[in-house]
């Protein structure tokens, strides 16, 4: 069995989550793919899907895990609330689209266990995975109830210990590749998004930046540059990965300018709290100190100079609508794990 993962933190831990679908791939023969990034929400995985298509395209299970960043980037006013839902729901439509197996896992949050499904962010993926036919292992109807601590299956307030991550793992692989179906006929993506990189940044400099679990070839944005080829389309969000420096992206036109913060040190994806348009005399160029912010950053920021920004893509959407596999069904498959948390 073959399977792509896109997912968050607890999916990129050495011996977690990750570790137990590779677990399972490896004893049917088969191949694991993980395509996830800590600190991103489900905007990186629409970013994910159109740059990495053709891989998942071969993938027989694709396994998605957003709803912790999801939470904390509405939560900590990264984007607003109507704005993530919008996005969690494109992303279920849109890889509702594959042939592969999809199943969206949730992971808990600590603090969150006893009132979750309060969370917005939790009932938009509830309601959207319904909507077009993803099937979900909700964690957290599998922890233990009536708990006043829960400390003990965390190693975080959103990471869960790497043993029970990595059991979990395992479990929803090997319970997906029995579902799977044999040679189910393939489609092309029907999309407003886009990912761009090559065609905007192509004759800048590149840089590639490797870590243990990823590396990528970026961009160095020094100078303007003209978007006039997008000019009606919407900037969704910017990947990126600046490991020494902050840096500042602006988009800029006669309607006034967007300032945005990149965090440093990471490969990182920062959604936008709203689409900016992109109009026929819009340019993106560096920052530069002093410019006020138009975005809330994602997380703390030391106070520096700025450097150039590093940028491996932004996510591009048009204002048509996306098209779904619609079938306002799925089923929950959290019964079928077990007691993994012991």
């Not at 160095?220 to 600046?242: E, I, P």
């Not at 920062?270 to 993106?284: C, F, G, S």
Request: aromatic fraction near 10%; glycine fraction near 8%; charged fraction near 25%.
């Amino acid at each position: 069995m073959n399977v792509s993962v896109v997912g968050n933190s607890n999916c990129i831990f050495s011996n977690g989550f990750y570790s137990g679908v590779e677990r399972y791939a490896a004893s049917t023969s088969g191949v694991a793919r993980n395509y996830s990034f800590g600190g991103s929400c489900c905007a990186l995985h629409l970013y994910m899907l159109h740059d990495k298509y053709d891989m998942m395209c071969d993938s027989d299970v694709v396994i998605l895990d957003s709803l912790v960043i999801d939470t904390f980037h509405w939560k900590r006013g990264v984007i607003r609330q109507e704005e993530i839902a919008l996005l969690i729901d494109d992303m279920y439509a849109l890889y509702s689209q594959l042939s592969a197996k999809v199943v969206s896992v949730l992971f808990p949050i600590e603090q969150h266990v006893h009132n979750y499904k309060q969370l917005p962010t939790y009932q938009a993926h509830i309601d959207a995975a319904r909507r077009y036919g993803v099937d979900v292992v909700d964690l957290y109807e599998l922890l233990p109830p009536r708990r006043v601590d829960y400390s003990g299956y965390f190693a975080q307030p959103g990471h869960i210990t790497a043993d029970i991550a990595e059991e979990a793992g395992f479990r929803v692989a090997s319970i997906c590749g029995e579902m799977a179906e044999d040679e189910v006929e393939e489609q092309s993506l029907q999309t407003p998004y886009e990912t761009v990189s090559e065609e905007v940044f192509g004759e800048m400099d590149g840089v590639d930046v490797e870590s243990s679990y990823y590396k990528a070839s970026c961009f160095r944005l020094d100078r303007d540059v003209k978007m006039d080829n997008y000019s009606g389309k919407n900037l969704v969000g910017l990947f990126h990965w600046n490991k020494t420096a902050l840096s500042k992206f602006v988009l800029s036109s006669e309607d006034g300018q967007d300032v945005i913060q990149l965090r440093s040190k990471y490969a990182f994806f920062e959604v936008l709290n709203a689409r900016r348009k992109i109009r026929k005399n819009t340019i993106a160029r560096p920052g530069r100190n002093g410019e006020t912010l138009t975005q809330a950053p994602a997380g703390k920021m030391r106070t520096a100079e700025y450097d150039v920004p590093q940028l491996v893509g932004m996510l591009i959407r048009a204002d048509d609508e996306v098209a779904g596999n619609k079938v306002d069904m799925n089923s929950d498959l959290s019964g079928l794990l077990g007691d993994v948390f012991g």
